[in-house]
């Protein structure tokens, strides 16, 4: 069946005359652009060029006696037949192929065959805009906002083609592009730094650039440029436009981490209750030097208007030591008066408790009982003092975290009882005043 289907094409174009395929062909010694004209204008193709002297046009047919013409504004008014001296002829078999050479600017240049195809050709080294300068528009009340809107003043023609054979003979225009390119800076949170970010955004026929957002806005004293895209991609010498600009936003991230006892650190679990004293500390980044005030605010979430503590230094440490709901927030500014607030850090400190054991095995079976520690949550004060039974002290400490391995003077005390007295206050103010015996048991 797919023979069939393939033999059947071969005949149909074995039947159809070459021209219903043949195009206009551009070649060019420099470079081009192709634009797809509006569907309606009977056009082909349109080609921009760099250079029209190195450029010609190609038609191929079966036909020996093609005629070619080229029109400005209306082929059916202002058509001319190419000369002959301007088209060179090769045949080869039963086609022959047709050359076209010095090409003019703003021009359809159109192959008169058993049907009709036309392309429209532009010299845009003839049609080069300007970008005389740039300004940013803006009020002192709009300094802060997180847009900048950049007005390009710049000098152009219309840069245009005409339809080929229909009754609307009103030229189309065709739309440059600009380009806009900065530098900015972008977080990453990976090495916890900013690194520089060039910005580059493409606009048509625009006379200004929205930009927008914090991850557009410049955080970091840049120049703005603008140029024409056509003449870049061309080969012309770019004429870019520059504006300075001394940035003003700000953006900023908080790093929050646990400290323990021993000077470690951690990540802060912020999904479950914690235990007080919690120990925070907080690192501040942002988009420095533009960013050059750091401020930290904590609060009780029962009161979001007065914080319980405010900092100014880039990093700073805080123990939480009381029960209850916080939230952590940075805000950061430029000396220009802009400020960036984080997200805020949300924490939950735990109620207190404290669970006291009555007996322990020093020495006996090493890892298994064998010392004297309280069970607590959230205690953040704490003092526990040990007697033998006739009230001499043999033991003090106080840190709840530690304990007493049974030992006075650096030996394992005798088995019996032995007497406590604790005092603590847990992170919601409640008091405890504890006392009691410890059993010390050994089996040898």
């Not at 005629?67 to 202002?78: A, G, L, M, P, Q």
């Not at 710049?154 to 030229?171: G, H, I, M, V």
């Not at 520690?373 to 003092?383: N, Q, T």
Request: glycine letters at 6%.
């Amino acid at each position: 069946m797919q023979s069939i289907k393939n033999l059947l094409v071969a005949i149909i174009f074995s039947i159809l005359p070459l021209s219903a395929f043949s195009q206009l062909s551009v070649s060019s010694g420099g470079k081009m652009e192709a634009i797809t004209p509006e569907a309606n204008s009977g056009l082909d193709n349109v080609y921009i060029l760099n250079n029209l002297t190195t450029t010609t046009i190609s038609y191929t047919s079966t036909n020996a006696a093609v005629k070619f013409y080229k029109y400005t504004h209306n082929y059916d008014t202002d058509r001319v037949e190419i000369p002959s001296g301007d088209i060179s002829v090769q045949s080869s078999g039963s086609s022959t192929t047709y050359t076209i050479s010095n090409l003019e600017d703003s021009k359809g240049y159109v192959a008169d065959d058993n049907d009709q195809k036309a392309i429209w050709i532009i010299d845009y080294g003839l049609h080069l805009p300007t970008i005389n300068s740039l300004s940013i528009e803006e009020t002192s009340e709009e300094r802060c906002n997180i847009a900048i809107k950049l007005l390009v003043n710049k000098s152009e023609d219309n840069l245009q083609y005409y339809r080929f054979k229909k009754s609307n003979t009103a030229p189309i225009g065709i739309a440059r592009s600009y380009k806009l390119e900065y530098m900015t800076l972008a977080w990453k949170e990976s090495n916890l730094s900013y690194e520089e970010k060039l910005i580059g955004k493409i606009e048509k026929t625009h006379d200004s650039f929205i930009i927008s957002g914090l991850s557009n806005l410049p955080l970091k004293d840049t120049n703005f440029s603008v140029w024409d895209v056509l003449t870049e991609k061309l080969g012309f010498t770019v004429q870019k436009a520059t504006l300075e600009y001394k940035a003003v936003a700000v953006e900023g991230h908080v790093i929050a981490k646990q400290e323990n006892d021993d000077g470690t650190e951690e990540a802060l679990n912020t999904s479950e209750r914690i235990s007080a004293p919690l120990k925070v500390k907080l690192y501040g980044y942002a988009n420095e030097p533009t960013a050059a005030l750091y401020n930290w605010y904590i609060y009780n979430s029962n009161d979001k208007v007065n914080y319980i503590a405010n900092f100014s230094d880039k990093n700073t440490t805080y123990t939480f030591n009381q029960f209850g709901s916080f939230f952590i927030r940075l805000e950061v500014s430029s000396i220009g008066g802009c400020t960036y607030t984080t997200e805020d850090i949300t924490l939950q400190i735990a109620e207190s408790s404290l669970e006291i054991p009555n007996w322990f095995s020093p020495g006996d079976s090493p890892g298994i009982n064998d010392e004297f520690k309280v069970k607590h949550e959230s205690i953040v004060e704490f003092k526990c003092v040990i007697f033998n039974r006739w009230g001499n002290k043999v033991y003090e400490f106080s840190d709840p975290n530690e304990g007493w391995d049974g030992k006075y003077k650096g030996k394992y005390v005798n088995p019996g009882v032995y007497f406590y007295k604790i005092s603590a206050r847990g992170s919601d103010g409640i008091r405890y005043n504890k006392q009691g015996d410890i059993n010390i048991t050994r089996s040898k």
